[in-house]
């Protein structure tokens, strides 16, 4: 009867050690993961800057000669990612895809011109700069217009600001909810032995000789969890990494370093802290109140 007893105290214990792992990998995971997300939003944001571009126009009579010119002098600007002519020929071509037919056939002209996309580096996509460099295109003579979408480059600064801040805003939430929920699993992991704990504080032992082995065992299932967090973090962020490569999730080792760090660190300290002062609760309390602890 007694050792029935004990296999059964024993499953107990185990399934309550593995609920705490579980709780605690699911909560680093997602830290790890707002972590990621917070280092990277700079790089996010820069993407899809990059995306946007300035068409310049240029005059019929530029030779495409002097359009390679240009687009050589173009390439070494400072604001400037990459350069990509696209002849009025071309142009004409996607155009009459886009509508379904060719409308040269009611014009009997192309009344387009050859143009330059200009990519932009993402320090330089914003409304006051882009204004700038505006007028700094339209002083060569070989340019007729510059054209650019105002209202997306407006739209796309105020959401990169708003995005940004609610990411912090969600990482700082999410870090709460993690603190509180590792520490109520590892004070209902403590709660389960606060008999044993009260026990051998009758029997003499010290406070210090009492906490020794409860903060070894939470340190353990905050370092199991958190091994079990950066496995998943490790196949996600490889995952992704083959989806999005520009986001090079997987090949800046610094990053991916700080991320499994801090995964680390945030399981060792908030068990140490969560175990240490729910078993320094326990040893506080007088042997009656157990009972309604």
Same mark, same amino acid.
């Given at each position: 009867?007694?050792?029935?007893?004990?296999?059964?105290?024993?499953?107990?214990?185990?399934?309550?050690?593995?609920?705490?792992?579980?709780?605690?990998?699911?909560?680093?995971?997602?830290?790890?993961?707002?972590?990621?997300?917070?280092?990277?939003?700079?790089?996010?944001?820069?993407?899809?800057?990059?995306?946007?571009?300035?068409?310049?126009?240029?005059?019929?009579?530029?030779?495409?000669?002097?359009?390679?010119?240009?687009?050589?002098?173009?390439?070494?600007?400072?604001?400037?990612?990459?350069?990509?002519?696209?002849?009025?020929?071309?142009?004409?071509?996607?155009?009459?895809?886009?509508?379904?037919?060719?409308?040269?056939?009611?014009?009997?002209?192309?009344?387009?011109?050859?143009?330059?996309?200009?990519?932009?580096?993402?320090?330089?996509?914003?409304?006051?700069?882009?204004?700038?460099?505006?007028?700094?295109?339209?002083?060569?003579?070989?340019?007729?217009?510059?054209?650019?979408?105002?209202?997306?480059?407006?739209?796309?600064?105020?959401?990169?600001?708003?995005?940004? /801040?609610?990411?912090?805003?969600?990482?700082? /939430?999410?870090?709460?909810?993690?603190?509180?929920?590792?520490?109520?699993?590892?004070?209902?992991?403590?709660?389960?032995?606060?008999?044993?704990?009260?026990?051998?504080?009758?029997?003499?032992?010290?406070?210090?000789?009492?906490?020794?082995?409860?903060?070894?065992?939470?340190?353990?299932?905050?370092?199991?969890?958190?091994?079990?967090?950066?496995?998943?973090?490790?196949?996600?962020?490889?995952?992704?990494?083959?989806?999005?490569?520009?986001?090079?999730?997987?090949?800046?080792?610094?990053?991916?370093?700080?991320?499994?760090?801090?995964?680390?660190?945030?399981?060792?300290?908030?068990?140490?802290?969560?175990?240490? /002062?729910?078993?320094?609760?326990?040893?506080?309390?007088?042997?009656?109140?157990?009972?309604?602890?």
């Amino acid at each position: 009867m007694s050792s029935s007893f004990e296999r059964y105290q024993k499953r107990r214990l185990k399934s309550s050690y593995f609920s705490v792992v579980i709780s605690i990998a699911l909560v680093l995971f997602m830290i790890g993961v707002l972590g990621m997300l917070l280092l990277k939003s700079n790089k996010i944001a820069a993407y899809f800057k990059e995306k946007v571009a300035i068409t310049v126009f240029l005059k019929d009579q530029v030779t495409r000669s002097q359009t390679k010119k240009l687009e050589a002098l173009l390439t070494t600007k400072k604001y400037t990612k990459t350069v990509r002519f696209l002849s009025k020929e071309k142009a004409a071509e996607m155009y009459s895809k886009d509508i379904g037919e060719d409308f040269l056939d009611f014009l009997g002209k192309n009344p387009l011109k050859n143009s330059i996309d200009i990519y932009l580096k993402s320090d330089f996509v914003s409304p006051l700069k882009m204004v700038d460099i505006k007028n700094e295109l339209l002083e060569n003579t070989y340019v007729t217009e510059v054209v650019y979408d105002e209202p997306l480059i407006q739209l796309l600064t105020q959401n990169i600001q708003k995005i940004s /801040f609610w990411i912090v805003v969600v990482a700082a /939430f999410f870090g709460l909810v993690a603190v509180l929920l590792i520490n109520s699993s590892i004070r209902l992991s403590v709660h389960s032995k606060r008999f044993t704990i009260k026990t051998m504080q009758m029997v003499g032992a010290t406070k210090r000789f009492i906490r020794g082995p409860f903060l070894w065992s939470g340190i353990r299932l905050g370092l199991a969890g958190s091994f079990l967090a950066s496995v998943g973090l490790g196949f996600l962020f490889y995952y992704l990494d083959e989806y999005f490569p520009e986001l090079q999730l997987w090949v800046n080792k610094k990053e991916l370093l700080l991320v499994f760090t801090g995964v680390f660190s945030t399981g060792f300290v908030i068990t140490w802290l969560s175990t240490f /002062f729910a078993t320094q609760r326990f040893l506080n309390l007088k042997t009656d109140q157990l009972y309604y602890s």
